[in-house]
């Protein structure tokens, strides 16, 4: 029996851990329920020439999970044709990496394992996640895997996030959680560590313990908080990302909590379409045939002001436009200098929404201030054709 793995992240983290939760429906003719019948006269079977795909139960509950959790299930593929059946990894439903797929063929009567996993890193509620096994089936080309369950929240865990708020450019901040145990009296938490490569160096992260009459939860039988403290330097902007944490309890082996927050300084941006106190620039939907633009206003106040220089260094996706225009000068102390975001007509469809599956848009500009190098706007939109 061989494996095939196929991992499944939701990344989707901060203020866009917001409300919506995603459904995500099987395409018609997907899946194996409405597999089409062969041409008349073929041979089904394995005493025909084709490969036949085959699994029993394309459908996996995993029933209550914990946010911040991961589960899996191996899921067996048969050939039940008469042919090699060659495998390879499609799609999925959310921002996931994908393990390599065997290259060797499946001979008739042989069958692997396919290992599924996706972590619980949205919102609590329902939810439904696919992965899509591409084949060489004339009659089932695509093979679709699904998982449903219901995301609960971590009772252990007060508050559900570190909540930084806003930060003001140079400061330092902390935000505490408390991790806590209900079954045991002894209670480890280590191994902390943040999912931001780029921003996790201006964290520091501690973990003490705490008597239990001293817990927000008078059940619990032993307790940690667990303090994140921001230092100087993150970028001007919203930021985001999760803080994963192991710990000793049953079946909780990892948890996740979001950490949120915004830094806030002498430069601040405005527009009809921007949302100040989430930091996001709402584009909607767009046609991709049509594309969209957004005209904002970057805002930079103080002594220096008009000595403050901007650029644009990055956007992500590329093809994500953003372009300044001349500075503005009213006064000594104010300066305004304008900026079209654009997602260009021809715009292959994507998602940029942020609402647990599917991660932001960013454009990053950097600034000649020195306690603010860079800063960052997150946009959000979603390419239909």
């Known amino acids: 029996m061989r ?10 983290v901060g203020s866009a851990i917001g409300a919506a939760w995603a459904f995500v429906e099987v395409r018609p003719g997907a899946s194996i329920f409405n597999r089409p019948s062969r041409p008349a006269g073929a041979v089904a079977g394995p005493i025909g020439s084709d490969p036949a795909i085959q699994v029993d139960q394309p459908i996996h509950q995993f029933g209550a999970m914990q946010r911040g959790t991961t589960k899996s299930h191996e899921f067996e593929v048969r050939n039940a044709g008469g042919g090699p059946l060659t495998l390879r990894v499609g799609s999925t439903s959310c921002k996931c990496t994908i393990g390599d797929v065997t290259q060797e063929p499946i001979p008739p009567g042989g069958s692997v394992k396919v290992k599924l996993e996706w ?35 971590a009772t252990g865990i007060f508050p559900p996030d570190l909540m930084f708020d806003k930060i003001t450019a140079g400061d330092t901040k902390f935000a505490d959680v408390y991790v806590m145990a209900f079954a045991q009296d002894d209670l480890e938490v280590s191994k902390p560590e943040l999912s931001n490569t780029e921003t996790r160096r201006f964290f520091d992260v501690r973990v003490e313990p705490v008597e239990p009459s001293a817990l927000p939860n008078p059940k619990a039988k032993a307790g ?17 990302q999760w803080l994963s944490l192991s710990t000793n309890i049953p079946d909780v082996e990892q948890i996740k909590i979001p950490l949120i927050g915004r830094v806030i300084g002498n430069i601040s941006v405005h527009g ?59 006064k000594d102390t104010l300066v305004h200098v304008p900026l079209v975001i654009e997602v260009p007509p021809g715009t292959p469809p994507m998602a940029r929404l942020d609402i647990d599956q599917h ?10 201030l020195p306690d603010v190098p860079e800063m960052v706007l997150s946009v959000r939109f979603a390419v239909e054709r």
Not at 120 to 132: D, M, S
Not at 272 to 287: A, C, I, S, T
């Open 224 to 240: 940690v908080r667990v303090r994140v403290t921001s230092k100087p330097g993150l970028r001007l902007g919203r930021f985001d």
């Open 119 to 153: 972590s619980a890193l949205v919102n609590p509620g329902p939810f439904r996640q696919t992965a899509t096994i591409l084949t060489n089936d004339p009659l089932q080309s695509r093979l679709e895997l699904l998982v449903e369950g219901e995301v609960t929240e």
């Open 3 to 12: 494996l095939i793995g196929v991992i499944l992240v939701a990344a989707v």
């Open 272 to 330: 009809r379409l921007w949302n100040e106190d989430q930091g996001v620039l709402r584009l909607g939907r767009v046609k991709s045939a049509e594309g969209v633009s957004a005209p904002l206003n970057i805002v930079i106040r103080g002594e220096d002001a008009d000595q403050v220089k901007l650029s644009v260094v990055a956007t992500d996706p590329p093809e994500l436009r953003a372009t300044l225009g001349e500075p503005k000068r009213v």
């Open 359 to 368: 991660e932001e848009a960013l454009v990053v500009l950097e600034t000649t």
